[in-house]
């Protein structure tokens, strides 16, 4: 039997052929949903924002294929049409593809809105409150400034420049607050990221899983130093922390790493060296009774930025 001639006499393509295409597509999402299954998070923040990424991709991908196919359909099926006559009314279609995205986006509402409402990603009080089991161990006091980073351990009295030291497996609550202009601290691999303003203390709770050093850094243009405001972040056994405070109580500027092995992921923190940017602020005093550990190092090379405005003395409230 022949095939189906269109109004002009070229021939219409078979159902094979459209059967074929909706299969390689299938494939095409199949080999997608596959490869987007995240690696192990380095934190509980990053894990979150990685799963609603993979859940919502879930439903984007057939989505996409969907419509795809219907236009590529339309487009072969119809492309001959000399007489094109209006779409009749289907009453059942419309309330179907209605119910249906009604479906998909309670389920995006409803998958947004459980990563939403975790302390990890909105650390209020009704968060925290609705999770008991968050009980942050830590507290950092940061001070971003210009154009560098300054980390207070109340606890043991250590001040940190440019250096952010974490235990693994325990919550960590950092309190940041800006001097003079806003910045916003930004650590990619732990899915940290928080504005930081003048005079208005904003909060960032994290539990850092992995072992490792990462890196962070002000995502808001604040001068022409912006480019070397970074920071290095460790993340060390909670045992080790604990050595590296005790070492450094009572201490300012502090830009000495945890000593011993923190990488337990290859993510480049071999290097135990001070960082590279770290620089004492202009007219910072260290106390006289400080004395710098054996094992730390700063770079030879190490020079105060021409422009630095230096932090505000004390620890923040």
Not at 137 to 163: I, M, S
Not at 172 to 186: D, E, K, P, Q, T
Request: a neutral charge; proline letters at 10%; one cysteine or more.
């Amino acid at each position: 039997m022949s095939r189906r001639r269109g109004p002009s006499g070229t021939r219409r393509p078979g159902r094979t052929a459209i059967r074929r295409g909706v299969l390689a597509g299938a494939a095409l999402v199949a080999l997608g949903l596959g490869a987007v299954s995240p690696a192990a998070a380095q934190s509980v923040n990053r894990n979150l924002i990685d799963r609603l990424n993979v859940q919502l991709l879930y439903v984007a991908l057939p989505l996409t294929l969907f419509v795809e196919v219907i236009l590529v359909y339309a487009v072969i099926r119809f492309r001959n049409n000399d007489d094109p006559e209006p779409t009749a009314e289907n009453p059942t279609l419309e309330v179907t593809w209605t119910v249906a995205t009604a479906i998909v986006l309670v389920f995006v509402g409803w998958s947004a809105y459980n990563v939403l409402a975790s302390p990890y990603i909105s650390p209020t009080p009704e968060a925290e409150a609705a999770q008991p089991e968050v009980n942050p161990d830590v507290r950092v006091d940061v001070l971003a400034y210009r154009w560098g980073w300054q980390f207070t351990y109340p606890d043991a009295n250590v001040t940190t420049q440019n250096l952010l030291v974490l235990p693994r497996g325990e919550d960590v609550r950092l309190s940041l607050r800006a001097n003079r202009v806003i910045h916003s601290l930004f650590v990619p691999k732990l899915g940290l990221k928080q504005d930081v303003f003048p005079g208005h203390d904003t909060t960032l709770l994290t539990r850092a899983l992995e072992n490792g050093r990462y890196r962070g850094y002000c995502t808001e243009f604040c001068g022409d130093g912006h480019a070397r405001m970074r920071a290095a972040v460790f993340v060390v056994d909670p045992e080790t922390y604990r050595q590296w405070l005790a070492a450094h109580a009572d201490e300012r500027l502090v830009t000495a790493p945890p000593s011993g092995n923190v990488s337990a992921n290859g993510s480049g923190a071999a290097n135990l060296t001070a960082p590279s940017n770290a620089t004492a602020p202009p007219n910072a005093t260290v106390p006289p009774n400080a004395t710098a550990p054996p094992n730390a190092t700063v770079p030879p090379n190490a020079t105060a930025p021409p422009n630095a405005t230096a932090p505000p003395t004390g620890t923040l409230a």
